[in-house]
Nanobody
Framework: QVQLVESGGGLVQAGGSLRLSCAAS????????MGWFRQAPGKERDFVAS????????YYADSVKGRFSISRDNSQNTVFLQMTSLKPDDTAVYYC?????????????????WGQGTQVTVSS
């Protein structure tokens, strides 16, 4: 059983930056593909970014390309989401996810484990 704990959310002005972290425990971290998703009030949970087990390849939603960057530190069992040039539309609860499934499944939110989420609020 893998536990995922997100941190780093908060309130930021438009144009600002935040760095989210997701710490994993209870499993072999480098055996999991990792992803970030977000859910705004009244909306579905959407894919944001994902990263392969080694960290060599990353994938992004069009809405965040060029502004967000996903990375991982397998020695620290942690995945990060660096968010820059934040917009009010980025306001949501951000979730970390882990899976042993193929990457296309993860991008469709078919994950084995989910974190509890961290709130990101971007004010205009």
């Amino acid at each position: 059983q893998v536990q995922l704990v997100e941190s780093g959310g908060g309130l930021v002005q438009a144009g600002g930056s935040l760095r989210l972290s997701c710490a994993a425990s209870g499993g072999t971290f480098d055996g999991y593909r990792m992803g970030w998703f977000r859910q705004a009030p009244g909306k579905e949970r959407d894919f944001v970014a994902s990263i392969t087990r080694s960290g060599a390849n990353t994938y992004y939603a069009d809405s965040v390309k060029g502004r967000f960057s996903i990375s991982r530190d397998n020695s620290q069992n942690t995945v990060f989401l660096q968010m820059t040039s934040l917009k009010p539309d980025d306001t949501a609860v951000y979730y970390c996810a882990a899976t042993t499934r193929i990457m296309s499944a993860l991008i469709k939110a078919q994950a084995d484990y989910w974190g509890q989420g961290t709130q990101v609020t971007v004010s205009s």
